[in-house]
């Protein structure tokens, strides 16, 4: 099961790809037990984020490699 802060760092994370891409930001978002998902009501779509055990060398802070 992923830690709420694998989930947070993994929305940050997905926010900033929406960004980037020009995509409206997700409606809404779900914490599922090993994933995240990212939810547009119209039209309608998901994005699933499926999250792994955590690397040893994986940082805490989701903007650190953006910085």
Known sequence: MATLSQKINA????????DQTGLPQP???????????????????ALVVEIDDPRSD???DPL????
Do not use: N
């Open 27 to 45: 409606d809404q978002v779900e914490y599922g037990h090993t994933c995240i998902r990212l939810l547009w009501h119209a039209p309608r779509a």
């Open 58 to 60: 994986a940082v805490d």
């Open 11 to 18: 929305e940050v994370k997905a926010r900033l790809l929406v």
């Open 64 to 67: 650190e490699e953006y910085r």
